[in-house]
C-alpha cells in the first residue's frame, strides 16, 4: 500500500505541473522526459528485475510507433485503436526475439548483441520497405481532435503520458509484490537456483520481455502521435536503446522510480549542457557517457540507491544524537 | 515391500569419452535417509544433477514414485516435489535471507502473503529466525548452508537431494546441523544424501550407497558397507583392506 502511495503522490504533483508552467519549450521537454521514462521502465522490467540487459529496445519502440503511424494512414484506423495495436504488435516482436533468443538459452552479453542485432535489422528492412514509406518516413495528418489523440494544447499530451507512465508505475510495483515477480528477480540473481526451487526460467523471462516490450512499445506509440512523423532511423535508431537503458541504469534498476527518476536527471543535464554549450551536436551523448561513469564508479545502484543511503543516514542521526544525550 | 520413492535404474552419463556415472542403479525408500559416498571424483554430484533434472543421463531410466522422470526440466521435477541444494552454494547474493527462501515457498504458495509466512516458518525452524532481513551475502558458511536448506525446504519437497550440506562447518556446527536432518526425516521427508563426513552419514543414514569411479561398489546398512573391502579399497588404495586386515591380527 505504501508504494501505491508513493506512486499516487509523484503522479499528482507531477499532473498538477501544467497547472503553473505554460512555456510549451518547458512543456515539451517534459513530455519527451516522461517518453523517455516510459521506453526506460519497458527496459527497467527486463533488464532491472529479469537482469536481462537488452541493446535493442528500439525494436519495440519502433514496432509501437510504426504500427500506430501506419494504421492510420495506410488503412484510415482510429488512433486509440492503433496506438493499442501498437502496443500489441511491440509485445508480439517482443515475445517472439525472446522466445527466439531464451529457448537457445543465450545469456549476458549474447542476449544483447542479438537484441542490438533484432533492432538494426528492423532498423534497415523499414528504410527500404515500400509500408514504412522507406527513406521518406510517414507522415501521420494532422487532426486535431480527441478522437484522433491530437490535441491543441501540450498540456493534453502532457497528461496522456502520465498517465501512462503511472500504469508503468503501477505495473512495476505490482510485478515487485507478486509471485512472478519474485521469480524474476531470483532468476537475474541466480537462475540455476531458481530453476531448482521450481522455476520455469525460460517462461518467466519471456514474460518479463512481453511486458517490458509492450511498455516501451507504448512509449513509441505516443512518439508517432505527439510528433506525427515516424522514419526508420527514429524509430529504430539506437538513440532510443541507448536513452532505454541509459535511464534506468542511472535512476536505479530494478526500482520503481529509478527509471523516472534517471530520465529526469539525464533529460535536465543535457538540456542544461544545451543552454551552456550551445546545441552542439553529440553533446548529450558526451552528457550521457560522463552520468554513467559517474553513477557506475560513485552510486552503482543508481540515484535511488544514493537516496536510499542518505535517507537510512537521517533516519540513524537522530538516534545517535538521543543515544549521546541519554 | 512398498516401491520405492526413487529408484534410479542402470544409468549411465557420459562427457566425450568420461564414463562418469556407469550403470548405476540406486533407491531410496520413502521416510528413509539413504546415503551416498564415494571418493572425490565418484560420479555422485553428477548423478543428483540427473536426479534433479540439471543433466541429461546418455543412459537408464530415474524414477519417481513409479513414473519415468528422466529428462524432465529442473522445475518440472521440483513441482513434483524433488528439492536439491548445490555442493557450492546458491544463495540469491542480493536478496535478503526471507526474500531468498520465498522464491522457493512460492512454488506452493502464489500468494505472496501466504508465501512470506510459509517462509518465515521454515527459516524460524532452521535457526535462521534472528537473520531473516539480513542480505544473503552476509552469513557465514553455516549460515549459507542452512539458507540452502530453507530455500530446498520452502518448496516442500517429499524427496530433498542434500549435496554435501556439512561440508566446509566445523565440528560445533556440524553438530547443530545434525538434528535438523533428523527432523526433517522425522517430517516424512525422504532424503538422499551425498557426503563426506562420515560419522554424520553413518549416523543418519538407514541405508547407504558406495560409488567409485562411476560404479555402485558396495550398499547396505552403515555398518556393513564400513566394514566392506571393496570400501576400504576404494577409500585407501588397492591391497589396504588386507593390511588393515594384517594389522588387526598383530
Given amino acids: 500500500m505504501k508504494g501505491l502511495a508513493a506512486i499516487a503522490a509523484v503522479v499528482a504533483v507531477l499532473a498538477a505541473v501544467p497547472l503553473f508552467v505554460q512555456s510549451n519549450i518547458a512543456l515539451n521537454f517534459l513530455v519527451v522526459t516522461l517518453l523517455v521514462a516510459l521506453a526506460g521502465q519497458g527496459w527497467n522490467i527486463l533488464g532491472g528485475y529479469g537482469g536481462q540487459y537488452s541493446f535493442g529496445h528500439a525494436a519495440f519502440f519502433g514496432t509501437g510507433a510504426y504500427v500506430t503511424a501506419i494504421l492510420q494512414v495506410r488503412y484510415g484506423v482510429n488512433a486509440w485503436a492503433g496506438f493499442a495495436a501498437g502496443i500489441a504488435g511491440g509485445a508480439a516482436v517482443g515475445a517472439f526475439i525472446g522466445a527466439l533468443t531464451f529457448r537457445a538459452g543465450l545469456r549476458g552479453s549474447y542476449f544483447a548483441l542479438v537484441t542490438l542485432a533484432f533492432a538494426e535489422v528492423l532498423r534497415i528492412i523499414a528504410s527500404v520497405a515500400p509500408i514504412t514509406g522507406a527513406g521518406v518516413g510517414t507522415l501521420i495528418k494532422l487532426d486535431l481532435h480527441p478522437a484522433a489523440m491530437q490535441f491543441e494544447s501540450r498540456a493534453v499530451f502532457y497528461w496522456v503520458i502520465l498517465a501512462l507512465v503511472a500504469v508503468s508505475l503501477v505495473i512495476a510495483h505490482l510485478i515487485e509484490r507478486s509471485r512472478f515477480g519474485a521469480w524474476l528477480i531470483a532468476v537475474r540473481e541466480n537462475e540455476d537456483a531458481a530453476k531448482a526451487l521450481g522455476v520455469n526460467a525460460t517462461r518467466v523471462k519471456l514474460g518479463a520481455m512481453t511486458v517490458s516490450a509492450a511498455i516501451t512499445a507504448a512509449a513509441g506509440c505516443f512518439y508517432a502521435q505527439y510528433f506525427l512523423f515516424v522514419d526508420s532511423g527514429i524509430a529504430y535508431g539506437t538513440w532510443i536503446s541507448v536513452e532505454a537503458l541509459l535511464t534506468p541504469i542511472i535512476g536505479g534498476v530494478g526500482t520503481v522510480f529509478g527509471p523516472l527518476i534517471g530520465a529526469l536527471a539525464v533529460k535536465a543535464l543535457s538540456e542544461g549542457a544545451k543552454l551552456v554549450a550551445g546545441d552542439a551536436p553529440g553533446l548529450s551523448l558526451v552528457v550521457y557517457g560522463c552520468v554513467l561513469v559517474f553513477v557506475i564508479a560513485f552510486a552503482p545502484r543508481g540515484f535511488v540507491g544514493l537516496l536510499a543511503a542518505a535517507y537510512r543516514r537521517l533516519a540513524r542521526a537522530p538516534k545517535k544524537r538521543e543515544a549521546a544525550h541519554g | ?250
Fill in chain 2, 1 to 250: 515391500m512398498a516401491e520405492p520413492l526413487l529408484s534410479v535404474e542402470r544409468v549411465t552419463c557420459r562427457f566425450g569419452g568420461l564414463v562418469a556415472v556407469n550403470a548405476v542403479s540406486l533407491t531410496a525408500d520413502e521416510g528413509c535417509v539413504t546415503g551416498l559416498i564415494g571418493p572425490n571424483g565418484a560420479g555422485k554430484t553428477t548423478l543428483f544433477s540427473i536426479v534433479s533434472g540439471f543433466q541429461r543421463p546418455s543412459d537408464g531410466v530415474v524414477r519417481y514414485r513409479g513414473e519415468a522422470v528422466t529428462g524432465l526440466a529442473p522445475y518440472e521435477l521440483a513441482r513434483r516435489g524433488i528439492a536439491r541444494t548445490f555442493q557450492i552454494v546458491q544463495p540469491f547474493a542480493g536478496l535478503t535471507v526471507r526474500e531468498n527462501i520465498l522464491v522457493g515457498a512460492h512454488l506452493r504458495h502464489p500468494k505472496r502473503g501466504e508465501a512470506l509466512a510459509a517462509a518465515d516458518a521454515v527459516g524460524r525452524q532452521l535457526g535462521l529466525g534472528d537473520m531473516l532481513d539480513r542480505p544473503a551475502d552476509t552469513l557465514t558458511v553455516a549460515g549459507r548452508k542452512r539458507l540452502e536448506l530453507a530455500k530446498a525446504l520452502a518448496t516442500e519437497p517429499k524427496l530433498l537431494l542434500l549435496d554435501e550440506v556439512l561440508a566446509g562447518l566445523n565440528p560445533t556446527e556440524i553438530r547443530d546441523i545434525v538434528p535438523v536432518i533428523r527432523g526433517l526425516s522425522a517430517r516424512g521427508i525422504t532424503i538422499l544424501m551425498i557426503e563426506h563426513v562420515m560419522q554424520a552419514v553413518m549416523s543418519l543414514s538407514q541405508r547407504i550407497f558406495v560409488l567409485s569411479e562411476g560404479r555402485i561398489i558396495a550398499e547396505g546398512a552403515p555398518a556393513a558397507v564400513a566394514a566392506d573391502r571393496a570400501v576400504v579399497e576404494a577409500y585407501l588404495g588397492h591391497g589396504a583392506a588386507k593390511r588393515l586386515g594384517a594389522a588387526h591380527v598383530e
